[in-house]
């Protein structure tokens, strides 16, 4: 129907029905709550009087009707008391912005009536929406309106014709057309007489003349198939006896007349076109659905929102969870609200921002001894106990179903808590790995290794010779080179390749220690239980806590298909604690699974427990009204509003912004690596690089042996250019001598005993032929 169309922005759901308490005031009211119903809407107050009444009467009516919820009237009443309604409504101040009337076809028909309009009769209807029929323009209507204009100015009548004076004339056409029909078709009209009737004593009725017409049905049926174009239009009649494609005027009153603004149809809907264009399309595809602007009471454009705060001195009341846990949320208090905690503050705060006063009263539901089931309490608002409830309520889809949910004011979604070992992380992380004492011996290897590839490979190896400053460089870049394998020197000794390929060995291990330990204590949480997900929740027979009356045990239960005597219901934050460290084999919990925002404030607490996994389930905090309540999509606005201007961080802040435990120094050195870990590869590396300089110097010692033995006194030795070498170096008898003996490129060296023995053998050869 047009109404509700009308209604859809805002979204209007309940509108107060004034009517005259008759059969045609009954059966109007009765059919639109038919249609209001099959939309959503309905009638949320009917205010009935009796027929005549009089303006007392009427004026108390209007008073009740005042202190309701709903600002918008639908008045189907008479033409005789309709006027004295607005009238008394105007005195009332009912006809001001923010209301919004509506009439039936009997205002128009009055107005249409009345001829000219009359002032004093329009300044009682201004703003309002009236309904006429709709009768399309014609040359028929236009000749006959001239004609009877026409009469009336040469009579002394007043009146002007109405819609029903214009149906009332293609009613008589429609009678005379079907007699004709009739008689056409050699039909006899044949009468009787009435026993029933006689006349009385002295009566003057002549109520025995009166005939009963015994061919009624066959004219019923002939005015069944009446098909033609009257002054109202199209004149045919559907299967179920009603005009087809009947349609109303929808008009405006403003100023001194009335503008229509709209067409209703059945067939085409709400629309700015008139119905005889749209019904020769197909339906609902043209239909533009709109009016154009109204002037709305107290000539303002803007739609009214259509409901006020009943002014019937009854407070909201507010249900409101009394907890014994998570007291930040919302808890009991000596306050003038009795209760405080986030979740009051945000819907205090939204209140305030309302543009009318809406008084609060705060009911608290629970024993106060273990937390109350929000099940219950939404319950309570769709059975019309409660008229909202306020609390960390979560938006389900079970509850949607019964009542009316705010945006949310909080986000919100069920994790799983369960024991971990977890230490924070700082700037110097990156040392945390390795104890002091690692750390230490780590790097007296590093440079120990490389000294000793240095000596091993310094007389044989270019890469590892020059000046003193280059080899300390080389020294030094080597050592630490190693660390990534990314050493640019060869090795070419055999000892030096086989120190190299252990000390490597040793690199790689403690590299790869070192990267597990350092992604461990910055990212991986050591899980303390089984439980590493919801996979491994779901498939295991561990059991598990849970708040009690959160709707997370309905959730496990019919939606995970957790069994419920893995169940374990939990009050408070100690609990949750105590449960967690017994562990599922001394009577706790492997795991616990509630909303994020109590997890939160549990692991600000309790630092050995942490989430694991992702966040399986997405929804938010909302505030929950009965089933169309305005105040829902009003204080939707207002908390928005709340978001965008900062306030509601702000009281987050306030209320759940807490500081994080420090996590223990114990934690800390669980999982760093002390040398105790490593003693065996270093005292491997260590005797590997010992014996390979055992070796090396025993291979020193009998080299210098080999050639010292060659060296003759006064005899020069020869170096590998075959120039002679001093005499000094022929008899190393001094440290000194030795390390510079050592320092000698081996090759020189060899060279140097082969020159001499060459030169020995020659010398003998020579003696012994003089």
């Known amino acids: 129907m047009w109404l509700l169309s009308l209604a859809r922005n805002p979204p209007w759901r309940e509108i107060t029905a004034i009517f005259v308490d008759d059969d045609y005031g009954r059966g109007g009211i ?39 919820e709903s600002r918008i009237y639908v008045v189907h009443v008479n033409p005789d008391s309709g006027l004295t309604i607005f009238s008394q409504a105007k005195r009332l101040r009912m006809m001001e912005a923010g209301y919004v009337w509506m009439a039936t076809d009997w205002l128009a028909s009055v107005l249409d009536s009345s001829g000219l309009a009359d002032p004093n009769t329009m300044s009682l209807i201004q703003g309002s929406i009236v309904l006429r029929h709709h009768i399309p323009d014609s040359n028929l209507k236009t000749k006959f309106l001239s004609r009877w204009n026409d009469k009336i100015g040469n009579s ?31 039909q006899e009209f044949n009468f009787s007489s009435d026993p029933r009737l006689h006349d009385t004593n002295e009566s003057t009725l002549h109520l025995a003349s009166l005939k009963i017409f015994n061919d009624g049905q066959n004219l019923l049926n002939q005015l069944l198939l009446t098909n033609f174009t009257g002054i109202t239009g199209q004149v045919q009649f559907d299967s179920d006896r009603n005009l087809i494609h009947p349609a109303y005027d929808i008009l405006n009153i403003g100023g001194t007349g009335s503008q229509v603004i709209g067409y209703w149809s059945n067939y085409s809907g709400l629309s700015v076109v008139p119905p005889e264009i749209l019904s020769e399309k197909p339906p609902n595809t043209t239909s533009s659905q709109q009016l154009y602007s109204v002037i709305w009471p107290g000539e303002t454009p803007t739609k009214p929102r259509g409901w006020v705060f009943p002014n019937n001195g009854k407070a909201l009341r507010i249900g409101v969870p009394n907890k014994v846990s998570f007291n930040e949320f919302v808890s009991k208090s000596s306050g003038p609200d009795n209760v405080t905690g986030y979740c009051i503050d945000v819907f205090n705060a939204a209140i305030k921002l309302l543009p009318y006063p809406v008084p609060c009263s705060f009911i608290l539901i629970g024993n106060g001894k273990e937390n109350p089931n929000n099940d219950d309490i939404i319950s309570m608002v769709a059975q ?13 889809r079970n509850r949607t179903k019964i009542v009316d949910f705010t945006q949310p004011y909080t986000e919100s979604g069920l994790v799983i808590v369960a024991p971990v070992k977890q230490s924070s992380s700082s700037a110097w992380a990156f040392l945390k790995p390795f104890t002091i004492q690692m750390w230490c011996v780590t790097g007296a290897f590093f440079i120990g290794v490389g000294v000793v590839v240095w000596i091993l490979e310094h007389r044989k190896n270019p890469e590892f010779r020059g000046s003193p400053r280059q080899q300390l460089v080389t020294l030094c870049w080597f050592s630490f080179s190693t660390m990534f ?19 490597l060995f040793v690199v ?34 561990e059991p598990i806590g849970y708040q009690v009356g959160k709707f997370t045990r309905n959730y496990m239960i019919e939606e995970l298909n957790i069994a419920e005597s893995r169940l374990i219901p939990l009050n408070t934050i100690d609990e949750y604690a105590r449960a967690l460290e017994l562990g599922p084999k001394n009577g706790g919990v492997a795991a616990i699974v509630d909303e994020s925002p109590y997890v939160d404030i549990f692991l600000s607490v309790y630092c050995n427990f942490g989430i694991v996994g992702q966040e399986f389930t997405r929804e938010g905090w909302g505030f929950a009204f009965q089933k169309d309540s305005p105040l829902a999509v009003d204080l939707s606005t207002m908390i928005l509003t709340l978001s965008e201007n900062g306030e509601l961080q702000r009281i987050h802040d306030k209320w759940l912004v807490r500081k994080g435990c420090n996590s223990d120094n114990t934690d800390i050195e669980s999982n760093r690596l ?17 014996l390979s300089l055992i070796i090396f110097f025993i291979r020193i010692c009998w080299q210098y042996s080999q050639y010292s033995s060659t060296a003759e006194p ?53 003696v012994s032929i003089g």
């Open 30 to 68: 009765s059919a639109l709550g038919d249609a209001l119903a099959e939309k959503r809407a309905k009638i949320s107050y009917k205010a009935a009087f009796p027929p005549n009444a009089d303006a007392d009467a009427i004026n108390d009516l209007l008073l009740q009707v005042n202190l309701m």
């Open 156 to 186: 002394s009548a007043s009146s002007s014709l109405n819609s029903y004076g214009l149906y009332a004339y293609d009613s008589v056409w429609v009678v005379a057309r079907a007699v004709d029909q009739l008689l056409n078709k050699g």
């Open 384 to 396: 019309n106990e409660l008229d909202a409830a306020v609390g960390d309520i979560a938006i389900a």
């Open 485 to 503: 394998s990314a050493q640019r020197e060869n090795t070419v000794s055999t000892l030096g390749r086989f120190v190299l390929i252990v000390w």
């Open 508 to 541: 790689l291990i403690i590299n790869s220690s070192y990267t597990a330990s350092l992604t461990s204590i910055l990212t991986v949480q050591q899980l303390s239980s089984g439980i590493k997900g919801l996979d491994s929740l779901i498939s295991s027979s």
């Open 674 to 690: 002390s040398l105790k870990s490593f003693w065996g590869l270093f005292l491997i590396c260590g005797l590997i690089c010992v």
């Open 714 to 766: 006064g005899n020069s030795a020869g170096t590998p250019n075959g120039e002679t070498l001093p005499r000094r170096m022929s008899n190393l008898k001094s440290f000194k001598d030795l390390i510079q003996f050592v320092d000698k490129k081996e090759e020189e060296v060899k060279k140097a005993i082969k020159s001499r023995l060459s030169d020995k053998e020659s010398q003998s050869s020579r």
